[in-house]
């Protein structure tokens, strides 16, 4: 079965529209949603895109998903970035419910596809964690092959036999410009899809509505940060349960 795989959407319409696109993105049997679709520029046409897929699409809970409803609820503990706090404003009363229902997990095929690990939706598991902390992630997970997002770096790995797979961020990439994402049957696929940066960072400027778009839109859909970047941020983390 050919499953394509989006993480990290974080409300980058034009993002999403562009993989969505992709030739093997409309052939695929499954379109598996890694979590993290809506914390960002535009949550609610992003939402209502993502559920066209109908029942292509296999929902996994991103903890800024969670995170979202819990904050247009009034309650929580919410990440400090004010568009995390605007974007759960603009969610409908009726989209809390469909982001209450995401489980944590799904196996699908013989894979399992999580969000950050199997076990945890704010875990840090990077191509470079030890053996020992893939051990503890893993614990417990009978499929030999695990797919996860949260941290917005493509990569393909083992641990201890097991293949894992990060597709990268749609929305909002670590590394290189353009969405990323993966393509799973006969094997593994980490894939990129170029776009138009400039028209999406004026489409964004255009639909979001929110007020800081054209900063935002610079710092991660033109400029994102480099993998080097993204690793000094995470140094420490990914490492122990500790």
């Known amino acids: 079965m050919k499953v394509a795989v989006l993480?990290?959407?974080?409300?980058?319409?034009?993002?999403?529209?562009a993989v969505l696109a992709e030739p093997d993105v409309v052939a695929?049997?499954?379109i598996v949603l890694l979590g993290d679709m809506l914390a960002g520029p535009m949550p609610v046409a992003t939402l209502d895109r993502l559920l066209l897929?109908?029942?292509?699409?296999v929902w996994v809970r991103g903890n800024a998903d969670r995170e979202l409803a819990a904050s247009a609820r009034g309650h929580g503990k919410f990440v400090p970035?004010?568009?995390f706090p605007w974007a759960a404003r603009q969610l409908r009363p009726?989209?809390?419910p469909v982001l209450d229902?995401?489980?944590?997990?799904?196996?699908?095929?013989?894979?399992?596809?999580?969000?950050?690990?199997?076990?945890d939706d704010t875990e840090i598991a990077l191509v470079d964690s030890p053996p020992e902390w893939w051990a503890e992630v893993l614990e417990g997970v009978a499929e030999s092959t695990i797919v996860c997002g949260h941290t917005h770096m493509p990569f393909v790995r083992l641990a201890d036999r097991r293949?894992?797979?990060n597709p990268g961020s749609v929305g909002m990439p670590y590394g290189a410009r353009g969405a990323h994402w993966a393509l799973l049957g006969d094997g593994v696929e980490l894939r990129r899809t170029s776009y138009d940066v400039e028209e999406a960072c004026r489409f964004l400027a255009a639909r979001s509505g929110y007020p800081g778009i054209e900063e935002w839109a610079d710092c991660f859909v033109r400029n994102p940060a480099s993998d080097v970047?993204?690793?000094?941020v995470f140094s420490g983390r990914g490492t122990s349960s500790t």
Not at 7 to 17: F, I, Q, R, T, W
Not at 53 to 57: I, Q, T
Not at 104 to 115: E, F, I, N
């Open 163 to 165: 293949l894992v797979v």
């Open 101 to 119: 229902a995401l489980p944590l997990t799904v196996a699908l095929d013989g894979v399992r596809y999580c969000h950050a690990t199997p076990r």
């Open 7 to 17: 993480a990290d959407v974080h409300g980058v319409l034009p993002a999403l529209e």
């Open 53 to 57: 897929l109908g029942s292509r699409a």
């Open 28 to 30: 695929a049997e499954k």
């Open 229 to 232: 970047e993204a690793l000094r």
């Open 81 to 83: 970035d004010p568009i």
């Open 94 to 96: 009726a989209d809390l």
